[in-house]
């Protein structure tokens, strides 16, 4: 926070996690001390115990000890509890706040020493226990004079001032919940906006094509943390057109992601040498709910190991494939460089490259491309020596600096 600019450097939390959960633990443990199940198939009576446990809990927020009474069957009971029972009963609720806060701070690149103030937001802070984890999180007293049930409302109250142009000298930079990026070659994710990032921000990134002659590229918008396509969020898909029919690397793409202050998200794709564009615009939290953000950060840690060896698989496989189809080409064109037996040679090499694809051993396939490049290493030398001699031909070398 710095000269009436509140700038977001991570968010991160667990949205399934909440007083409810408190209530339930509560409710259960209390019914089954009095020998009439919470779990009960009768929605009144767990409504019951749900309403005793709510009480009990806000009255431990004060006191050492807290009792209320609950009518069932026709008999008013009268349930006590003290903090100290009530505190090792939600241990295992107390033990899920740790992650998500060492997750933010890890992403804000902060340590606890570094985090000059903790303010607590949300009904449930008003527990003592949760106060005092949240001290031995961040090292430190949190806050706790704000009201913590209208703090948020409060806070949505100021965003949507800031969002009708009436903030004055306040402005908020929020960050990005979800990577953003496109898909390339064998169903890659390429990230162009990696998560947290503040906005309103903007990144390119450049590529080029595949195929040789290729006048058309698909762009496919993707939302989300995994390397592969299939297990992120499609947003958006459209083709840049009208693309020259030149060898494959040689188009220059420029992709553009642009983010407003409103989350809102515009793609452009251009190529350089001719200026051809599209673009489309769309909202990558529309339609998601926090859960669904949270299921997707917990699924690609999850899968963090087995993403990334996909990944380098496939990236493996796409190297090997554009070199044997290079070094064929090359072997066709200039067949007159090749020294004698040095045909052959190649001809092996790239049978087993070939034959490495097939196993999708990843190691194996860059052992294979390094033994490649090794046996074709003179052949290239002598095509790039011809086609300098072919340039300089006709040439004055002695002129060459002369305007």
């Known amino acids: 926070v710095q ?3 509140f700038e977001v450097l991570a968010t991160n939390g667990n949205t399934a996690l909440g007083g409810d959960d408190i209530d339930t633990i509560l409710a259960e443990k209390l019914s089954k001390r ?3 199940g919470a779990a009960s198939p ?3 009576v767990r409504a ?3 309403v005793t446990a709510e009480q009990i809990k806000r009255g431990l927020s004060d006191a050492a000890s807290a009792s209320a009474t609950i009518e069932l069957d026709g008999k008013t009971h009268t349930v006590d509890l003290l903090r100290e029972e009530f505190e090792a009963w939600i241990q295992p609720v107390l033990a899920k706040l740790q992650g998500p806060c060492e997750q933010a701070l890890a992403d804000a690149k902060l340590r606890p020493e570094q985090i000059t103030d903790v303010i607590l937001v949300g009904g449930s802070t008003r527990v003592p226990a949760v106060r005092d984890t949240a001290k031995k999180i961040f090292r430190r007293e ?3 004079t704000l009201n913590p049930d209208e703090v948020v409302a409060m806070g949505a109250a100021v965003q949507a001032n800031l969002l009708a142009g009436q903030g004055g000298d306040m402005v908020l930079l929020d960050v990005i ?8 070659m064998g169903g890659v994710v390429s990230k162009i906006l990696h998560r947290n990032t503040t906005i309103p921000t903007a990144a390119v990134e450049h590529y080029s094509t595949y195929v040789d002659g290729q006048t058309n590229v698909d762009i496919h918008v993707l939302q989300g943390e995994r390397e592969l396509v299939g297990d992120n969020r499609s947003l958006a898909r459209f083709q840049l057109r009208g693309l020259p029919p030149l060898p494959a690397g040689v188009p220059k793409i420029e992709v553009e992601f642009v983010i407003d ?5 515009s793609v452009r794709a251009t190529e350089l040498r001719t200026g051809t564009n599209t673009s489309v615009t769309v909202n990558p939290t529309f339609g998601m709910t926090d859960q669904e953000v949270e299921n997707m950060l917990m699924a690609s840690f999850d899968n963090a190991e087995q993403d990334f060896e996909a990944r380098f698989l496939i990236e493996a496989q796409n190297e090997a494939d554009m070199l044997l189809r290079a070094t064929r080409k090359s072997v066709a064109s200039y067949e007159g460089l090749l020294e004698p037996g040095e045909k052959d040679e190649v001809q092996t090499a790239l049978s087993r490259l070939e034959k490495s694809l097939e196993i999708k051993d990843r190691e194996l396939i860059k052992k294979r491309i390094e033994e490649l490049n090794d046996t074709t290493r003179g052949f290239a030398e002598r095509i790039m020596n011809q086609a300098v001699s072919s340039a300089l031909t006709g040439q004055d070398l002695s002129k060459k600096d002369q305007p």
Do not use: C, F, M, R
């Not at 919940?177 to 390339?184: N, R, Y």
């Open 3 to 5: 000269e009436g600019v």
């Open 48 to 50: 019951k115990w749900l």
């Open 42 to 44: 009768a929605s009144d």
């Open 177 to 184: 919940p979800l990577s953003l990026g496109i898909e390339t």
């Open 261 to 265: 202050v409103n989350g809102i998200l």
């Open 34 to 36: 009095l020998g009439n």
């Open 142 to 144: 949190a806050h706790s």
